[in-house]
T-cell receptor, first 112, second 115 residues
Framework: KAGVTQTPRYLIKTRGQQVTLSCSPI?????VSWYQQTPGQGLQFLFE???????NKGNFPGRFSGRQFSNSRSEMNVSTLELGDSALYLC???????????FGPGTRLLVL | GENVEQHPSTLSVQEGDSAVIKCTYS??????FPWYKQELGKRPQLIID?????GEKKDQRIAVTLNKTAKHFSLHITETQPEDSAVYFC??????????????FGRGTSLIVHP
């Protein structure tokens, strides 16, 4: 099976702009989680989607949002970008909500 | 919520030596402990995992041990090779228990294997 894919792989934005990142899970996987990875904070959980519904949310401001489509593909959106949003954004999919997560290659976002 | 501490943050070994990375967790309800390896510029890859009904699991040169009483688990890599150089993350979750299965990750250990 093809692995988790994410697009785009790299993004450069300026402060105040918004960005949308996309994640396609492994075929048959219905749960998608998003993480922010930075050198100082490690892997921080953003949110989890299952059956098009947000099931869990991490401790991030409302500027971070997401959604999941009926085919399990997911998008996350960050509005009013700040310099501190520069990070690697990883999505991970799992077969169900209680199974092992498999990560995508990530989208590296740079905010100038 | 769950808190996972991981040590050391950096580990430097000579090729052929063993490497041990240790993690402690706070929530006694956690019952699933995966380990991920992330090479530079690549995605985290699951390398081994263990569930709380097992004390040890081995896969070739990699082994994980779990002490539920002390709430700590460790990754052991024997006969290290330069390609083992990467950042290793431990995690703890309550998978399959009906609770939140979202894993809490340790801060990572940068393993450097010198040829």
């Amino acid at each position: 099976k093809a692995g988790v894919t994410q697009t785009p792989r790299y993004l450069i934005k300026t402060r105040g702009q918004q960005v949308t990142l996309s994640c396609s899970p492994i075929s048959g996987h219905r749960s998608v989680s998003w993480y922010q990875q930075t050198p100082g904070q490690g892997l921080q959980f953003l949110f989890e989607y299952f059956s098009e519904t947000q099931r869990n949310k991490g401790n991030f401001p409302g500027r971070f949002s997401g959604r999941q489509f009926s085919n399990s593909r997911s998008e996350m959106n960050v509005s009013t970008l700040e310099l501190g949003d520069s990070a690697l954004y990883l999505c991970a999919s799992s077969l169900s909500r209680q199974e092992t997560q498999y990560f995508g290659p990530g989208t590296r976002l740079l905010v100038l | 919520g769950e808190n996972v501490e991981q040590h050391p943050s950096t580990l430097s070994v000579q090729e052929g030596d063993s490497a041990v990375i240790k993690c402690t967790y706070s929530d006694s309800a956690s019952n699933y402990f995966p380990w991920y390896k992330q090479e530079l510029g690549k995605r985290p890859q699951l390398i081994i995992d263990i569930r709380s009904n097992v004390g040890e699991k081995k896969d070739q040169r990699i082994a994980v041990t779990l002490n539920k009483t002390a709430k700590h688990f460790s990754l052991h890599i024997t006969e290290t090779q330069p390609e083992d150089s990467a950042v290793y993350f431990c995690a703890a979750s309550k998978g399959r228990s009906g609770g939140s299965y979202i894993p809490t990750f340790g801060r990572g250990t940068s393993l450097i294997v010198h040829p």
